[in-house]
């Protein structure tokens, strides 16, 4: 562990934040407008899977964002000495149903900081432990994995975005929802989380300045997705949700949500084969 890493470490491993929110039917009625048909059906008063990822989103001013649109200090996340953040994945248990009108507090706590040597460049990744409360109890724990990466650019070392080759060999899928993850789509999913980061409707910064084929599919809106396909299957919804992002999904290019014929694998799928996230399931509530 380096000198930086230790430092970081130190002054944050363990570091807590708590904000409060509420799941109003507002919210509900939007998440539903981005998201259906893709939603599993839930009884009327329980809030659509993955919703919780638009609950206490960071909030900083105009004067206080970075060049990538992501608040410039975020003061639940460290200090990481590189300058682009993406999900990397994590994983998700459901404890009880969130239901329209629940007030939600949410604890985060930071669990890890690790720096990497990968093939493009240096890495840190961030794990932060999130729970969330309803007036019932725990309603959901999470482990959100946080990868940081250097500035992309052809001189620097640092390898352009481009999309992943297919796969060698075809998955056998048991169902399979189509989307058409469009740029309309990207925009309204960023305001119901309020994420700035331009990567998702910024063309000339997501393509000039960081890199990309074109406008980035949200890892949270991919795993949303996926969440709901795995809940849609069964009579039960997944107790366990482990999801792994694998390489960008890029806007306007058709998208394929597939469950494996085992019922707990499931991944995202573009176009020629290529699969973007990666995520399986542990069932157990009704």
């Known amino acids: 562990m380096d000198t930086t890493q230790q430092d970081l470490s130190a002054q944050w491993h363990g570091r807590q934040t708590e ?42 001013g105009m ?17 990481v000495p590189l300058p682009r953040r993406m999900w990397a994945g994590g994983e998700l248990q459901v404890h009880d149903h969130l239901r329209v ?26 794990a932060v432990g999130h729970t969330y409360h309803s007036d019932r109890g725990l309603a959901l724990s999470e482990r959100q994995d946080i990868v940081y990466r250097e500035a992309a650019g052809l001189g620097n070392g640092v390898s352009r975005n481009t999309s992943p080759a297919a796969p ?17 789509l990207l925009f309204r999913y960023s305001a119901i989380t309020f994420n700035g980061h331009r990567i998702h409707y910024d063309w000339p910064y997501a393509t000039e300045a960081e890199g990309y084929e074109g406008l980035v599919v949200h890892g949270p809106l991919q795993a949303t997705l996926l969440l709901n396909l795995a809940a849609s299957q069964g009579v039960a919804i997944p107790l366990t949700f482990r999801y792994r992002g694998i390489a960008p999904a890029i ?3 058709a998208l394929t949500v597939r469950a494996g014929v085992d019922g707990r694998r499931l991944w995202t799928q573009g176009e020629g084969g290529a699969v973007h996230m990666e995520a399986d399931i542990d069932r157990g509530m009704a």
């Open 19 to 60: 904000s409060i929110d509420v799941v109003s039917e507002r919210l509900v009625e939007s998440f539903c407008a981005v998201f259906e048909p893709h939603l599993a059906p839930l009884p009327a008063d329980t809030a659509p899977l993955g919703i919780h990822w638009c609950l206490s989103p960071a909030i900083a």
């Open 63 to 79: 004067g206080q964002l970075g060049a990538d649109g992501h608040p410039a200090k975020n003061l639940s996340l460290p200090p």
């Open 101 to 126: 009108g629940d007030k939600v507090r949410k604890v985060s706590t930071i669990q890890d900081i690790v720096r990497k040597q990968g093939r493009s460049g240096e890495l840190w990744f961030v």
């Open 168 to 184: 060698t060999t075809i998955r056998p899928a048991a169902q399979v929802w189509s989307v058409i993850p469009s740029s309309t």
């Open 251 to 253: 806007a306007d290019r």
